[in-house]
């Protein structure tokens, strides 16, 4: 029996799917009692450190919490359950941490993107269990602002890269703590969660040990999922967004399948977009959250859902705001919602006032959930004008001219699946997202959608320059060189595609292999053996 530590504020979903992946038992917290009575102790922590300290407080777990701790009891903390454990944070200044090792919780000092999202190798600094069956080349998922750092080497289980050595595990006695996700690292992580479990085992250190770590980056599988006439939920796909074709909703697979199939061929996320979302409420949209609940038992790489995030009040007067929508998501198994139509609107709202209200969908979300798990997902269309002096917006010069020849143009926002264009930009509309919480862009492209000819380059390079947060470049991949072209012209760390995957045109693996053979970091595909 595995006794795992929610409190509250994270989604502990996806721990409990993979430790019954992996045919454990768990056990949730409820009192201070269950702490001390436990065998095994996880602690997965999402959020702010603040509030994660202030939670144990409230709920009597902090001081149980320390004496199990001290006890030298088994323990794995994963992630911000990893900073709990030392003296302070700088996210969190003048609150005092559990302290069971010396050093503090560091912002990342580095001009690299922040936070630091993706897949990163390990340097193993000392032999361990943990390490049991690896080779030493895997990544794991990665999604924090924040490092430890401490003058205690005996503790330090392993170090990576990203702008400079940080570390990425601890472990002295029976504490282990890693900063990445074991339970979204695919293969690989399972198999450090069943190695954590399996007390008795010796430790090793793998063979190849890299003389530096690498993020990948990521290539993302995308489910455009609506409901057809038949009233069956289908993962369709639009061309420019029109997703019918001779009157009738594309039909190109079940969601829980298709997002299976695409984990198993290794795709590095998944993301699902309820597309309709912005007319049927999500809470109301059950089979969405059934998919999601599906899928996450048994995919365990990082789950994106979009559509429908805001506040919203029924035909009773209810109000739901869209916190709860999106916990409604993160209950479900979402490790990260996407706002669209709504963020738009914020933003409007933001330049019109020029004040945040600290009310938005945004801002609520990122404030519990943290700024990691807040994507924006922008829906621009190109709009052409003959010089820079006909629009107020900012252009670009284009190197692919408008209808009429012209040279210029900047990239209008819409809202409702692209059926509403809007007076505001895409590079205005990141930057203030960024400034109100966003932790990621993604960025499609109404014109290259469907179309296979490639993403957007221009658009793309427009937003990724004007924000630090992390891009996922989407819409019009077309072949795995489309790929490799968006990777090594612009500086995006993600790039998505949907419809050339869904018809089986190009595989993930085909796409990992072509950035591969070319010095691209990808992730390497583990199978499902290594358990
Ligand atoms: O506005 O918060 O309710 O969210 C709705 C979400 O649904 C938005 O993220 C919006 O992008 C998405 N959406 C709405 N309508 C459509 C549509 O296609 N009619 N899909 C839609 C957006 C874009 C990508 C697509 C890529 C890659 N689709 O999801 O997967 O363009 O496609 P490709 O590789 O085949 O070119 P809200």
Known sequence: MITLLDYGAGNVRSVVNALEALGEKVKLVKTPEDILSAEK??????????????????????EPLKRYLLEDRPFLGICLGLQALFEYSEEAPGIKGLGIFKGYIKRFDTTL????????????????RLFDGLTGEEKFYFVHSYHVETEEADIILCTTDYGYEFVSAIEKGNIIATQFHPEKSGQVGLKILKNFLEANKSAVKPKFIPS??????????????????????????????????????????????????????????????????????????????????????????????????RDFTDRDGNFYSALEVASEYFRSGADKISIGSDAVLIVEEYLHTGKATGKSSIETISKVYGTQAVVISIDPRRVYVDSPEKTKHPVIETSIPGPNGERYCWFQCTIKGGREGRDID??????????????????????????????????????????????IASSGAGSPEHFYEVFTKTEVEAALAAGIFHRQEVSIEEVKRYLKERGIEIRPIFKEELL
């Open 212 to 309: 530096k770590t690498k993020l990948a980056k990521r290539i993302v599988a995308c489910l455009d999922v609506r409901t057809n006439d038949d009233g069956d939920l289908v993962v369709t796909k639009g061309d420019q967004y029109d997703v019918r074709e001779k009157g009738q909703v594309r039909n190109l697979g079940k969601p829980v399948e298709l997002a299976r199939r695409y984990y198993t061929e290794g795709a590095d996320e998944i993301t699902f977009l309820n597309i309709t979302g912005f007319r049927d409420f999500p809470l109301k949209d059950l089979p969405m959250l059934e998919v999601l609940r599906l899928t996450s038992k048994n995919v365990f790489v990082p789950l994106t859902i979009g559509g429908g995030i």
């Open 113 to 128: 993107s922040i936070p630091h999202i993706g897949w990163n190798g390990i340097k193993p600094q000392k032999s361990s």
């Open 426 to 471: 895409a590079v205005t509309l990141a930057k203030v997202c960024e400034k109100l919480g966003a932790g990621e862009i993604l960025l499609n492209s109404i014109d290259r959608d469907g179309t296979n000819l490639g993403f957007d380059l221009e658009l793309i390079q427009a937003v990724k320059e004007a924000v630090s947060i992390p891009v």
């Open 41 to 62: 102790l996880i602690f997965p922590g999402v959020g702010n450190f603040s509030s994660l300290i202030s939670t144990l407080h409230e709920k009597n777990f902090f």
